[in-house]
Nanobody, 125 residues
Framework: QVQLVESGGGLVQPGGSLRLSCAAS????????MAWFRQTPGKEREFVAA????????YYADAVKGRFTISRDNDKNTVNLQMNSMKPGDTDVYYC??????????????????WGQGTQVTVSS
């Protein structure tokens, strides 16, 4: 089993920045891909960004490309999401996710085995 704990959410003004972190513990050697999703109540969970744990390849949703950066620290078993130039539309609950699978279905929530509890991000003036 793997446990994921997010931190770093909060309130930020439009145009501002926020950094989310996800700490992984347990059988982390089984993880191949880590990702961030976000969700508005009543809507499906939306892909934000993903990173291959070993190779470091990164993937982004079009809505955040050029504004958000996903990174990992293998020594600390941590994945970060740096969010810049934030917009009110980025307001959501953000979830960290981990997958044991190989392949490139990183954009779909069903591909992930482990989830954090979520952290609220609000972009408002």
């Amino acid at each position: 089993q793997v446990q994921l704990v997010e931190s770093g959410g909060g309130l930020v003004q439009p145009g501002g920045s926020l950094r989310l972190s996800c700490a992984a513990s347990g059988q982390t050697v089984t993880i191949n891909t880590m990702a961030w999703f976000r969700q508005t109540p009543g809507k499906e969970r939306e892909f934000v960004a993903a990173i291959k744990w070993t190779a470091g390849n990164t993937y982004y949703a079009d809505a955040v490309k050029g504004r958000f950066t996903i990174s990992r620290d293998n020594d600390k078993n941590t994945v970060n999401l740096q969010m810049n130039s934030m917009k009110p539309g980025d307001t959501d609950v953000y979830y960290c996710a981990g997958s044991r699978l190989f392949g490139d279905y990183y954009y779909t929530p069903r591909w992930y085995d482990y989830w954090g509890q979520g952290t609220q991000v609000t972009v408002s003036s």
